[in-house]
């Protein structure tokens, strides 16, 4: 079946620490989005790419990393310069990212702590 | 900047019964208009889409939506509650002409009581 693998689930970090968190998919999508949830905030864009080797910051990249070397992949990473990194992270994914009538498919999150 | 106000944090409501979460957009056109849910712990699921055409739209789960171009609103209801319906839902909107920002609302989280 197709979708959207993130990991790890759950993932510890202490303080200072870049920590990477992975997103695959497999439904041949050209773009790809990394969010942020926090209770009571909804979901919050950090980094998106519309197309391999591009990327745009949304509207709370800093403190934060992408890159997008290949199609299905689009690794996020959490830098120490992030002031408050505990929340739990989404990756979606969209078929074509110039219409807004793709559907946005998601990942089943993963959850980061800092000790 | 197109914002998403769901304006019930939490709402509770017994098993059978109606249920109606309200959600309105300000954007100056109408824009992609969805719902997804979330149980927890859990990614996003979509409920249901309105892009055009007729106003009230089906989805899974046997949840519906209603777009009121003149309230800029697209309530989700569904006519009779079960437990599994217990999550958090979110409304969202995306620009027709450019749709890379999907702009989430903070959502509301259902209780459903036995």
Known sequence: DGG????????????????TLSCEQNLNHDAMYWYRQDPGQGLRLIYYSQIVNDFQKGDIAEGYSV????????????????????????????????????????????????? | AQSVTQPDIHITVSEGASLELRCNYSYGATPYLFWYVQSPGQGLQLLLKYFSGDTLVQGIKGFEAEFKRSQSSFNLRKPSVHWSDAAEYFCAVAPMEYGNKLVFGAGTILRVKS
């Open chain 1, 4 to 19: 959207i693998t993130q990991s790890p689930k759950y993932l510890f970090r202490k303080e200072g620490q870049n920590v």
């Open chain 1, 67 to 115: 890159s997008r070397e290949k199609k299905e992949s689009f690794p996020l990473t959490v830098t120490s310069a992030q002031k408050n990194p505990t929340a739990f992270y989404l990756c979606a994914s969209r078929a074509r990212a110039t219409s807004g009538a793709n559907v946005l498919t998601f990942g089943a999150g993963s959850r980061l702590t800092v000790l």
